[in-house]
């Protein structure tokens, strides 16, 4: 693990799994958002290429029990690797002024939702999920801005999955310290 996070009382800290794309992918998306913000007049900072990801569940608050939890739960999963293609970009709803652009994507992205149910299913056996959202949603966060960007086509945008990732984030910080990895079959 990298340097010790700042434990102030003010400082937001999470943890979540996640997929992160390859360095050469995650360039891509970065030029992509460059574009983005040409096109559509984007002021929002962009998410920085080594912090891009795709979020696969929400843990919790940072803690060592939920770090333990994780890594039960990580020790029984099992799935295979997947592509992940996506071909669109669009802005979901967000906060008022603040909506995320994000990457999303139509069939080509069945194969993630599925290590994402075998991924809930083990983080309920140990106790990490107590409530399911309805519906997983892939998408990789671009950046977040004022302005609504229209569902766009893109050039698709493929990378192979091979690993999972426990993310630490320091909300507001703008920092993301990847504790494990698991690899996919």
Request: charged share 20%; net charge positive.
């Amino acid at each position: 693990m990298s340097a010790m996070p700042d434990r102030s009382p003010a400082a937001v800290e999470t943890l979540f799994f996640a997929l992160r794309p390859p360095e050469a992918i995650a360039s891509e998306i970065a030029r992509l958002t460059t574009r983005a913000r040409q096109l559509f007049n984007l002021k929002g900072a962009s998410i920085p290429a080594e912090r891009l990801h795709a979020t696969m569940a929400y843990i919790g608050p940072y803690d060592r029990t939920l770090i333990e939890a994780a890594n039960r739960a990580m020790a029984a999963f099992q799935a295979s690797r997947v592509q992940v293609t996506f071909d669109r970009m669009l802005s979901f709803k967000g906060r008022a002024g603040n909506a995320p652009l994000v990457l999303g994507g139509g069939d080509a992205l069945t194969g993630l939702k599925f290590v994402q149910k075998v991924l809930t299913s083990e983080m309920r056996r140990v106790g990490l999920v107590t409530a399911s959202k309805a519906s997983f949603v892939p998408h990789v966060t671009m950046l977040y801005d004022r302005n609504i960007v229209p569902e766009t086509p893109i050039d698709p945008i493929t990378w192979a999955v091979n690993e999972i990732v426990l993310v630490h984030s320091l909300v507001g910080q703008g920092r993301h310290i990847d504790l494990e990895r698991w690899p996919l079959l």
